[in-house]
Each structure stands twice: as C-alpha cells, then as structure tokens.
C-alpha cells in the first residue's frame, strides 16, 4: 500500500483530490488561522500555493523584489494547539522586516502534514522564513528563536535544529525550479557549485550541499544534533523493519540475553491519527493494550519501556512467522494461469483454517477487554508451523466499554462510522473473509455494495467456500450482521455491477458517460479526476493521467467528440505551464500527439517546437518520459504534417539512444544485477522506437539495436516454476504487467517478430502469454492491471491463443467494475477512489475494452494491431 494516496482520500468521497481543498468542516471554505484572516500589508503579496499562503514584499509596482533563488531557509514547527500564535509571531517579526515567508494556513492542513503516513520530508513545518543571507539568517534565529524559545512542535527530520525550540534550518531551493532526478523524473532543483541544476534533496535526514559550508553559528547545534547516538542503550538494533511520520520499526537483539526484539519509536507531536494523538499517545495506548494481554499467546510481550532524546521507545518480542499478506503471491491459486481444482480446494482449507485462527484470535483479545482497532492483513502474523497467528500493532486499541471510532485502518478494513467497539473488529473480520480469497477489499471504501459481488465471484472461484461464510460476511459488511442471512445469500448470489464491461457497445456508452459526467471544465488544475501524480506531473495535462489521455481513449473507442475537453487543453497549453514535463506520457511530446491525433495541428507544432527549445538530448532513455517517447512524438508528427526536420529530430534521438545502449553494454565497471525493465521505463521503449523507424527507412542495423534493448530486458525477467509464466523481477516481486512489467516487453517481440525471425523471442512469448492469463490483478488499470493485460492477449499472434481467453480477460476485469452517476467507471491505482485517466483509470479500461471489442483499430499510441509483411527476413538477430 502506498501511503502518500491516503491523504488524497480526504477531500472527496469519488476521486483523489488535493487536501488543500478539504476544510475541517468538509467543504470547500476551510477556518483558517488568524493571521491568514488580516489583510494583507501595503508593500506586500500573498498567494496560495498548494497547503501555503505566501507573503512577499513587493515594489510599487506589484513585483516582488529581488530575492535569491536559493540558500538556507528557515521553518517553524507548531503543535495544532499553538499554531495561531506561532503564525501570528511569525507574521509580527517578518512584516516590519521585510522578510518573504509562508506558512500552512489551516489547522486541519497541518493537521494533514503531520499525520501518521504523511511524508516524513514535510512533517512539522508549519511556516518557512527565507532570510536574504547568512548574517540575516543568525539575527532571525536568533530574535525569533527568542520570541517563540520554549515552543513545542514535531522535530523537523530534513533540518538541524537550532537550540531547543521550534526553528530548523535548511540549504535549499526558495524559488521553484525543476531538474531531472537521473531516473527520468522532474523534482526541486538548486544549482551546484559549477552552476548545474541538480535535485534538492530532502530525505528526512539533515544533509549540507557538498558545495555548500556550514554557517560557523551552526556548528554548536550540528555538534548537539550528533550527540545523540543509541550505543548505550541494552540493544543492538539490526535493521529498519518500517517507517511513518510517527516514528520507525526496528529488529534487534538484547544484548544482555541474546533474545530477538522489536524497538518501535514515538515522536512527539508527529504521526497524528484522526483524533489527534501523536504518535507517543498512541504508543502508550499499545503498551497499555499489550500489558493487558500478556500470557495470553495472540501478542507480543512488553520488554521495555524507555525515553531516547525526547523519543519515546517501546521494545516487545519479536514474533517469528511470516505476515498474511506475504503468502498470496506463492500460494494463492489465481496468481497462475490455469489454477488447479485441488491447489485450489487445498487454499481454500488453508484460508478457511487462517481466518478462523484469526477469529478466536480477536476473541480472546476481547475477552481481556481490549478492542484492536486496527485487523488487516499486515498486522496479522503467521507462526511458521502456521497452525497459530498473533496479532500485531496495538496502537490503535481501545477498551471494550469505551465505544469509540476507529482512529487508524487501513483502507481495505476500515469500519463505517457507525461501528464502535468490537462491532470494529467484526466488521474487519468480515472483510478478511473476502481478502483471503479476492484481495481487492479497498474498494469497500468507495462502495461496501461491492461485497455482495466479491462474494459471487469468490463462490464460482472457489466452490469449496461454505455459501454460509461469505453471506455471513455480506451482512456484516453491508448491515452490520443486522437482517437475515437468507437474504444476505441472495443477495450475495445476485450481485453484478451496474454495466458488463463486455455489453458492448452499451458498457462504452456508460463509461464515456461516466467520464464526462466527471468532466471540471472550470478547474485549471485537471479536467478528468485521475491518480495522484496530476497534481504534480504535468498539470493534468498529459497522456498518462491527465486530459490528453482521456481525449486519446475517447477517440480511439469511437464515442463522440468533446469538444469543450479538447478547448480546455488547448486553452491550457497557451502556452503550457513553466515546468511541464517534455515526455510522451508525462508532459508535453503526449500532449501534442494527442493535439495532432485530434484535427490541432498548429497547436501540436507549437508544442514540439517548446520542446526542442530545451536541452532535450539530455532526457532519459525511456518511453514514459524520455527520448524513446519524444522520438516517437517527434517521428509521427514529422509523417502527419510532412516536417522533415521533424523527422531529423526523431532519428537523431534514436542515434542518442543507440549510443547510450552501446556504451552501456561495454561499461566493464558497471555493477550486475538488476534494473528497471519493460516498456515505460525499461530498455523495451527504445526497442519500439528503433521498430518504428526500421518501419520508416528499412535499416537493418535499427532492428539489430531493438533485439539488443529487448534481450536486456529479457535478462530481467524470471520464468515462474507454478505455471512457466515469465515475468519481470524486480526483486520482492515479479510483474507480469503492460507498463513496468514482462506484457509490455512481449507486445514490442511481437512487432519485432513480424520482421524478423529470432529463436530466443520466441521461446519468450509462451511464458509472456501464460503471464497475461492470470486469473488475478490487483488492479485494473492499463499499465498495472488487468486491462493492460487485456490489450496484450487481444493483440498477441503467439500460438495458442483463443477467443476464450480474450473473454476471461474481460470477464476479470468486470471484477473491479464501479459505478458512477449510474455509470461503469473502474477505481485507479491502489483502488481507495475512482480513476478516469488513461494508465490507471476508466479510460485505459475503456481502450483496453474497444480495441478487444470494437472494430479492431483503437490502440496504445505507437502499438497498433498486429499486421505481418506478407514475406520478412529469414535472417537471425544481430548482436
């Protein structure tokens, strides 16, 4: 589970959202602190930016004054409690002084920045002062360091702190400027010491620039900051087990009998839950809870309790076994191709057996008095010989008789608000009987409806599975166990989604519906409700997730023009916001594809135009944000409108990537072992990009460079021993999928194999196809679940393929199938709100689905249906 989506759940109850737009009342008009409430001073400016308003001094005529882009800044940490009179100190010190500086103008924002799985890199600070040099930077830390001397806040991890109140400072960039961070990401730049654009790092951990001298008034607090070491303690700490805002994990030993222990950290102030108890009150409240299960078997035992530089730790037992959701990658049954009716009888028994260790588990913990708050599946261990479970992380535990909300969960087990007590508990009890079989409980959180269909799929999937056992949990989910369970059977058996996503064209027709019902016109920042990454990455812009995706699918799966979409993205590339990315599916070389794919030609050309003003050849290599993308944007748009300087571009970013791959290939000091792989940031995108200009000027020594970028791909991928499937390792995990796994790789040896011949890509396609089959994603995205895989088997010639299998593909991904507005419309990436852009949301869905059900054109960009030569080389792959 990625916790950065968790703070996008909370403005709307649909889509990932920005928190800014969330108030603590739930609507758009969010109480602010007071300061935020005074007007704003003669001489000044203030902006919102994100979770900011910013003030800065002006001249009289309204620009601000010169400033530096860049040194070391200042923040302030505030508790929620003394958040008023620190932004009122800060405002009452700055004003008279001219200082620029901003501050979070909401408690429920600051709130947000230090809950528990908030980026520790931001966690605390609650206003940033940008002094004008060093000599200002020591009079303010000095004067205001004075003023608000005695200040809690939560400890500021990426500075160092000055004395022992709430100002941290830090070098880094004032200004917003963007560089490439080496893996094809744009991210906050300084300039280094030759003047280059290098990332700004802010890694929770204070860091000086390596061109950057520490301010000799600092020395005594960086001296202070080293002092604290943990080599007195009784404890040997092995490794970081886990991280969050509150504090870290840690495995261990006791150095004074050798036993294996866990360490667990509370910072003060920091790692809010909803009720607003850090992250040491709720490390109270585990202690407490674990006390009062001691002896019992189904918890650790409390070692130690102790306080470590205003840390407070808590040291337990370490608990040998392996977590439940650890097991479902090896043996749950629809992680293969073709399950086997007895591995599939013989999970069922294992499932069965683990769910019911579980429930007695919960009950005796309730029998002590104690509610857990918190079951899911990583918080539910497995003893080895797997007979017994305990459970773990109490910190959000509660007393029977106290009644209480849940204050912590996570997204796939997370009560209704109706549920107190141990109605908490039975509740997630109820979603653990699904998760065992389909683990896709997170979308319970946009509608608990879906239990009922989880429960049809989970009985045709698994016969063996007592009808009683998923009607039971129907009932509790939907009822809190309230009605009949003959009606909670029926139910179960009845449930189907609003549209068949294979009732073409009527499941188009709704999901187009849905798409533009969710349509914001009058939004700037997005059109179309998407993943998190538009809100940072191309401004919902782009091919990836903003509304040049959305218009791409809708075109290609032959539904009406929307025209006021198509204004909206032109309107908002006149011209295209500073900072917008250059690739194929993260900025500007998407956009213009789909501008030109669109009748905009002008507007297209203006776009790549931007482009090739910036120092382009310096992109990564890749599909997603790279030459390989721009190479292909630049050689489609070079055939459409007959620019051969277009064309010029696009073979001049193939002759970079050959030449990057050729030296890659004879680094004799590069380290082995693995790397990214596939066709969005793998060797896979410029394999398709050297195809498509072999396809242009017949250059053998192009398909050559395209077998070489695919074998190294190859390379990392690993075959499965369950069912040969060949996927990509990325080391703790194999992906089978489009974007970041072995399908992209094999649609790329499908094109290639309609040139030439090669044995070894060959060999590859089976076990690609028998990825493409497995009965279970966890998503339903394009480019990381089911209907990438989808677009795959539809597409593919390997041998064996059938109309059936094309059927089951869509007959799985009608698994996630939602509605909206009384339409179809599939959840995004990590399924907690509904999606409508193109890589993780309805509208790759709805590509995936037109070209497997439509008349057989609407594809990915620069994938199109497979169409051998009538005759192709015999000859094998060059080196």
């Not at 396809?695 to 460079?705: K, M």
């Amino acid at each position: 589970m990625d916790k950065r989506y968790e703070v996008y759940c909370l403005a709307d109850r649909h889509f990932y959202e920005t928190p800014d737009r969330l108030s603590s009342k739930g609507t758009s008009s969010a109480p602010e602190l007071p300061a935020a409430g005074r007007p704003v001073p003669a001489g000044w400016r203030s902006g919102r930016i994100g979770d900011w308003l910013s003030l800065v001094p002006v001249d009289d005529g309204g620009t601000a004054l010169p400033a530096p882009q860049q040194g070391w800044k200042i923040h302030v940490s505030s508790t929620l409690e003394n958040a008023d009179r620190v932004t009122t100190a800060v405002w009452d010190y700055c004003v008279p002084r001219g200082i620029p500086f901003k501050f979070v103008p909401a408690k429920h924002l600051l709130h947000l920045r230090n809950s528990k799985y908030a980026g520790r890199d931001h966690s605390g600070k609650a206003v940033t002062v940008y002094p004008a040099d060093e000599e200002q930077l020591q009079r303010i830390c000095t004067e205001l360091g004075g003023l608000l001397d005695g200040t809690e806040g939560p400890y500021i991890l990426t500075d160092l702190r000055w004395r022992q109140g709430p100002l941290y400072v830090r070098y880094g960039a004032f200004t917003r400027r963007m560089c490439d961070n080496g893996k094809g990401t744009l991210v906050p730049a300084i300039e280094n010491g030759e003047g280059q654009l290098v990332p700004d790092p802010r890694d929770p951990a204070f860091k000086v620039p390596e061109w950057v001298t520490l301010p000799p008034f600092l020395e005594p607090e960086l001296a202070a900051r080293n002092k604290a070491t943990v080599a007195d303690l009784p404890y040997r700490i092995e490794k970081a087990l886990h991280f969050s805002n509150g504090g870290g994990v840690y495995a261990g030993t006791d150095i004074r009998d050798g036993r294996k222990v866990v360490l667990k950290e509370g910072r003060p102030h920091a790692g809010l839950a909803s009720d607003g108890a850090d992250a040491v009150t709720r490390l109270e409240r585990e202690k407490d809870a674990l006390e009062k299960l001691s002896g019992l078997g189904v918890a650790p035992e409390v070692r130690d309790w102790f306080l470590l530089d205003g840390h407070r730790f808590l040291v337990m037992d370490f608990l040998e076994g392996s977590t439940l959701n650890s097991f479902f990658a090896h043996r749950h049954p629809l992680c293969t191709s073709k399950p086997d009716a007895t591995a599939i009888a013989d999970y069922t028994a294992w499932a069965l057996r683990m769910h019911r260790a579980v429930e007695e588990a919960v009950t005796a913990v309730h029998e002590r008095g104690v509610v857990f708050n918190d079951l899911h599946l990583f918080n539910i261990m497995v003893a080895p010989d797997e007979q017994s479970v305990s459970l773990l992380d109490f910190e959000a535990a509660t007393a029977v008789g106290d009644g209480g909300r849940q204050v912590v969960a996570h997204p796939g087990f997370l009560a209704p608000p109706d549920r107190r007590g141990t109605a908490v508990d039975r509740y997630a009890l109820a979603c653990l009987r699904l998760a065992l079989f389909l683990p896709i409980t997170s979308l319970l959180s946009i509608d608990r409806g879906k239990a009922a269909h989880f429960a049809q799929v989970i009985a045709a999937e698994f016969p063996d599975v007592p009808a009683e056992f998923l009607a039971e949990a129907v009932a509790e989910i939907e009822h809190g166990g309230r009605g009949t369970t003959g009606t909670a059977a029926r139910t179960a058996a009845t449930a189907t989604p609003l549209v068949d996503p294979g009732d073409w064209p009527h499941s188009r027709d709704s999901m187009v519906k849905a798409i533009l019902a969710s349509a914001t016109p009058e939004r700037d920042d997005r059109l179309f409700p998407g993943d998190i990454a538009q809100f940072t990455e191309g401004g919902g812009l782009g091919l990836a997730h903003g509304a040049a995706g959305v218009l791409l699918a809708l075109a290609e799966s032959g539904a009406e023009r929307y025209e006021e979409g198509e204004r909206w993205l032109l309107k908002h590339t006149e011209p295209a916001p500073a900072g917008t990315p250059l690739g194929l599916h993260d900025g500007l070389a998407g956009v213009a594809h789909v501008l030109d794919r669109l009748g905009h030609r002008t507007r297209a050309l203006d776009l790549v135009e931007s482009i090739l003003r910036e120092n382009w050849q310096r992109l990564p290599s890749d599909l997603y944000g790279g030459l390989a993308g721009l190479g292909l944007a630049l050689d489609a748009l070079a055939h459409s409108t007959g620019e051969s300087a277009l064309a010029r571009h696009a073979e001049r970013a193939a002759e970079l990537l050959g030449e990057r791959l050729t030296a890659e290939a004879a680094d004799t000091t590069a380290k082995p072992g693995r790397r990214r792989a596939g066709l969005l940031r793998g060797a896979t995108g410029p394999a398709l990009l050297f195809l498509r200009l072999h396809e242009r000027n017949g250059d053998p020594a192009l398909l050559d460079l395209a077998a070489r970028a695919l074998r190294a791909d190859l390379a990392q991928c690993v075959t499965q021993e369950r069912d040969g499937s060949l996927a990509v390792n990325e080391g703790w995990r194999t992906m089978p999928y489009l974007g970041d796994g072995s399908v992209g790789i094999g649609m790329v040896i499908d094109d290639y194999l309609a040139h030439r011949d090669d044995a070894a890509f060959e060999a590859a396609r089976p076990g690609i196809l028998a990825a493409a089959r497995s009965r279970f994603c966890v998503q339903p995205g394009l480019v990381q679940g089911r209907a990438g895989l989808l677009l795959h088997v539809n597409r593919t010639t390997t041998p064996g393929i059938t109309p059936e299998d094309v059927a089951a593909q869509i007959e799985e991904l009608g698994w996630f199938a939602m509605s909206y507005a009384g339409q179809l419309v599939f959840p995004g990436h990590q399924m907690l709100r509904l999606s409508m852009d193109l890589n993780t949301g309805t509208a790759g869905c709805l590509l995936a689905l037109a070209g497997a059900l439509g008349d057989g054109s609407a594809h990915v960009p620069f994938l199109p249906p497979l169409r051998r030569p009538q005759s192709r080389s015999r000859e094998s792959a060059g080196s």
